[in-house]
């Protein structure tokens, strides 16, 4: 399935956000997430499915000020 992972194309296997974000290195990493510019909370990840065409974003959070 093809998909866009922060804006670019990606081919994938996955058919889960959680796998998504394993197969692309995310694993145990603190981020946020959206599937088609909707919020997806980490307890969700496992049961938010994609579809070919899902635009994903993945944000890590940033400190300073």
Do not use: C, H, Y
């Amino acid at each position: 399935m093809n998909i866009q992972l922060n804006g670019k194309p990606r081919s994938t296997l996955a058919t889960t956000l959680a796998q998504l974000l394993a197969e692309a290195g995310f694993g145990s990493a603190t981020v946020a997430t959206a599937v088609n510019g909707a919020f997806v909370p980490l307890a969700l990840r496992t049961r938010q499915d994609l579809k070919d065409g899902d635009q994903i974003e993945v944000l890590a959070p940033m400190q300073g000020g």
